[in-house]
């Protein structure tokens, strides 16, 4: 079986770098723009939810065991 030829292991090495810094920067964007559409209080707050959701009380799904913390 032939092995890849090194400059093509550079190439996809160089593209996968590209790729990652690309989608960790829009990522990065989107979420900035975000923060600034709605604000640090909105977009920090804790949202309470005193019942589990529908998905984890489904036996379909299995098991699911809630926790409730003090603090």
């Known amino acids: 079986m032939p092995s890849t030829p090194l400059p093509l ?4 090495g160089v593209g996968q770098i590209v790729l990652a810094l690309f989608y960790g920067a829009l990522g990065s ?11 640090p209080a909105k977009f920090f707050r804790r949202v309470q939810r005193p019942s589990p959701p529908s998905k ?3 036996s379909v799904y ?3 065991e809630m926790i409730t913390l003090k603090v």
């Open 9 to 12: 292991k550079i190439v996809l």
């Open 29 to 39: 964007i989107l979420t900035l723009l975000l923060f600034i559409r709605s604000g």
């Open 56 to 58: 984890a009380t489904d």
């Open 62 to 64: 299995g098991t699911h």
